[in-house]
């Protein structure tokens, strides 16, 4: 399909390195024009072009469309080019790339700023650090921009993009910026181009040769939103857009007492659990979608805002509550959608403005109340795109104004927070850097202790925090005999020094509301809440037959918790280095260079590193402490190793009583010493002569060593290292790249440490302000988990 004139411009723009900012119509074709020049650039220029794209959403229901759409053409690539491109989708209800993997990712807000932040919300404690390195180097694109919450998601945005955007090209899209927020945004970007589109090309696209082009009368109705009013206008296909899933459920059931028997009744929002979602939105593509007879239709659809971005479908009338100027846009455009057709928008006012305000003097309150105004004005009136834009310039401009200016007045206290939750401390860190997208998953389950195997993984709904505090509220108080009512997951993180595979989950009672900041799953007893195919997650109707349950072992999280086998240090770092090559080393051949050209390093240098932090991750092992413990773990189990074999893994099932019992009573007399600092404060100054002497690389590879198991470690403990340790490590250099090799000086390794080292070795700890060594360091031990995992699986299937 060839290419509208201005997603050419924007194919240009980012072949050529250059970030974009683009104003075009609903309906236009926005998500091609961001990722014809990716697709294009990932099978004809694989070695200039970022290697990987996040698709970022405001909604679930955007990322799933695209996700559909893309996963099918990439069929097509494959026949066509011989290569595969991997398309995959990252939001809370399909959870299908915890771990960013794939080539094309479409994911949502609040998982591509958790990750950034190093707390993702898809991956437990432990494993914190391994998803922000996907994010340096790939091709970042945000799509319905102006849809991002101005006072958390969006700040927290723009403070990445001017360092994210030095290595790969970022684009932002959307159909409703004012010109004040358009050229603002540049400054955040300055190297992007913005790209708008004629009023003759509009109308090319509006009408798609010969057609003539779509209509929609706007009204605004100074009265609540009731079945009564739906009811009245209805003709073939009505869209009735609430703000808030009570508000769509009770208008939902009101219409259900009075709709004919020949009207189909359906209902949207984001508490449905994937399957029922994806069979409401066929639903509805069968009824009112692209190529669906539409003039046959007898269809009213209740929703919120998980329709009103990504839904290819187009109603006769649209009934909407009162909402941001951008937002009614985006929900007119599921109105009369297509060239030719006529369509009514109907605005009716609000008495709570949730949940885009919740206060009174909110600037989205005062913002909502002129846009009423204004559209009330306009009563009858058709708005085009033109007009549309007029809305937007004459209502959103001023707020948009207060937000760049206080964006830009905010930078170094909104930096701070963002660098301290970097480092692990996440206090308040979701209400102040993703307050509108922050959720948790919710579960249902009379006796939650069967999900503790892994509860990142059970079946549950995600609610926002600021819905979630009612339900919990009302759950707490409600006169209902129940074992228990409510309890959230407890975590163990121990002092974040723990290098143990095993997590420690338990559940704990919720008192008060204020307990939701400390958790991110809760459980409700059935008694109180349930689930229904046709209404989803209802938090007021319990005793239904939903229960949350886990997917088979092997499609978990907690994959890495399989058994052990016993592996020998030499065999196992072999093993890591081509598990580096093979899955790690290809997602840096973009990444990596580019890192090292806008930080003014040396040609292959952050390959270099990655080699190294896998060559010398688990040197720490090496310790006499370490390798005691190990042999006797061995020997407790029956499975001794002869004394002079270095160790990497010992065997071990957590679902073996003996391997459980022995490592207790092993570490009771013998403590199991902690080897990742240990090991990279011993190799600091190999490291540091390997690198040419790069002070800011070799912290980066030094971090990530120190962290490749507890992600935020910032001490050592004392170590002594095995007599023979450099004759080991001798023996490993050789299975990493030659020209590598003769840089390594193993007679640097330190084989045990002092009382300074230990106190000073804080300072080998690299840190958000270092931008370009903090980029470095989640590059090398996102490659370095992938590589020690994926090595650690090779040595079980070894045996």
Known sequence: ????????????????????????????GKTRAALAPFIEGFFDQPDSTPRKCLYVTPMRVLANQFYAEYRALADSYCRRHGRHLDVRIQTGEQPDDR????DLIFCTIDQFLSSYLVMPYSLPYRLANLNAGAIAGSYLVFDEFHLFDSEAALPTILHALPTLSRLAPVMLMTATFSIHMLKSLTSFLPNAEIVTLTRDEI?????????????????????????????????????VICNTVTRARALYRELKQKVGQDTELLLLHSQFLPDDRRRIEGELQRRIGVNANRTCANVIVVATQAIEVGVDISAEVLHTELAPPASLIQRAGRCARYPGEKGEVIVYRVEKYAPYAFEADELLKQEMDTAWQWLHKCKGEIFDFTREQELVNTVSAP????????????????SNYIHICQQGNRCGASRLLVRDVDSRLVLIHPNPDQLLDSPYDAIGLNIPVYSLRAMVQEWLQRSVTAPWRVKRLYERQSDDRAESRQMVYHWVDVQDTKELGETAILVVHPVLAGYSEREGFLPDTGDLPFVSSLPSATM??????????????????????????????PELRYAAPALERAANWPEGS?????????????VGKLSSAWQQWAHAYQQAINQPVAAHVALAHTAFDRQNPLHVQAQQQVSAKIPRPRHASEGALACAQMITEALGNQRCLTKATITAIARHHAPFVNDCQPFQLVPNADHILACTVQHIPSALRQHIKVNLLCKQSNGNQIQEFGNWITTP???????????????????????????RGAL
């Open 99 to 102: 771990r960013f993997e794939g």
């Open 1 to 28: 399909m060839v290419l509208y004139p201005y997603q050419q411009r924007v194919r240009n723009h980012i072949l050529q390195g250059k970030s974009v900012i683009l104003q075009a119509p609903t309906g236009a």
């Open 606 to 618: 952050v390959i270099q590193a990655a080699w190294l932090a896998c060559l010398l991750h688990d």
């Open 769 to 795: 302000r270092d931008q370009f060594g903090w980029m470095a360091y989640t590059l090398l031990v996102r490659a370095l988990r992938r590589a020690d995992q994926r090595g650690t699986e090779l040595g």
């Open 203 to 239: 109308t090319a696209i509006d009408c798609r040769g010969e057609q003539s082009p779509r209509q929609r009368y706007w009204t605004a109705v100074d009265q609540p939103l009731c079945a009564d009013a739906v009811l009245q206008r209805h003709q073939r296909s009505s869209l």
């Open 399 to 414: 707020r948009d104004k207060q937000v760049i200016d206080g964006l830009n007045a905010d930078r170094f206290n909104r």
């Open 556 to 585: 978990r999280i907690e994959r890495a918790l399989q058994p052990l086998q016993v592996e020998n240090y030499t065999e196992h770092i072999q093993r890591v280095l081509q598990a580096f090559s093979e899955l790690a080393l």
